[in-house]
């Protein structure tokens, strides 16, 4: 079946720090790729996407590149801010399906000042 | 603009009592869902709704768990009689009609249920 596996957290870095969040998928076909962040307190909203590979996701400074080769889809960001503290969510969704997101466990990420 | 609202944020209660969680979805978005995140777990789809009608509920137990989206707009999540097993944040999302294509899915902050 469909399943997706992130790196366990927390991740604690300081700030400036590099952030690599590993990501790999399995899906039967080509899915499209996500990931989703949570603040404490809010509801998740989505960070970038991929839909094919070699796609490269950014925003708000994270990016994240659909490695079919691989099966992976990590997130990166150059330099976290305080601000990055959340939950980070990788997630798929099958070509033949327009809403079925198949959600991984989640990341934590604290950043200290 | 409002985003998703959920109610309530937090709810304890003792098992085999009934509960209810509301979700007031973004204006104008006719599709509407229900997931059930378990403490360190991604969140899973219980039930999708498009309008008032329940198009995917093949995650619902139907044994306790009910939905409804009465005038396609708000939606009422109830399970009855609940048990520890249900613990767990339920989250609303919602988003514009499916044309093929991906269509963002907006999340609500959830409603963290304690069953003791």
């Known amino acids: 079946g469909n399943s997706v596996t992130q790196m366990e957290g927390p991740v604690t870095l300081s700030e400036e720090a590099f952030l690599t969040i590993n990501c790999t998928y399995t899906a039967t076909g080509y899915p499209s790729l996500f990931w989703y962040v949570q603040y404490p307190g809010e509801g998740l909203q989505l960070l970038l996407k991929?839909?094919?590979?070699?796609d490269k996701g950014s925003n708000k400074g994270f990016e994240a590149t659909y490695r079919k080769e691989t099966t992976s889809f990590h997130l990166e960001k150059g330099s976290v801010q305080v601000s990055d503290s959340a939950v980070y969510f990788c997630a798929l969704k099958q070509r033949d399906s327009s809403y079925k997101l198949i959600f991984g466990s989640g990341t934590r990420l604290l950043v200290r000042p | 603009e409002a985003g998703v609202v959920q109610s309530p944020r937090y709810k304890i209660i003792e098992k085999k009592q009934p509960v209810a969680f509301w979700c007031n979805p973004i204006s104008g978005h006719n599709t509407l869902y229900w997931y059930r995140q378990n403490l360190g777990q991604g969140p899973e789809l219980l039930i999708r709704y498009e309008n008032e009608e329940a198009v995917d509920d093949s995650q619902l137990p139907k044994d306790r768990f009910s939905a409804e989206r009465l005038k396609g707009v708000d939606s009422t999540l109830k399970i009855q009689p609940a048990e520890l097993g249900d613990s767990a944040v339920y989250l609303c999302?919602?988003?514009?009609?499916?044309?093929?294509?991906?269509?963002?899915?907006?999340f609500g902050p959830g409603t963290r249920l304690t069953v003791l």
């Open positions: 999302a919602s988003s514009l009609a499916g044309t093929g294509g991906y269509n963002e899915q907006f």
């Open positions: 991929a839909t094919k590979a070699d």
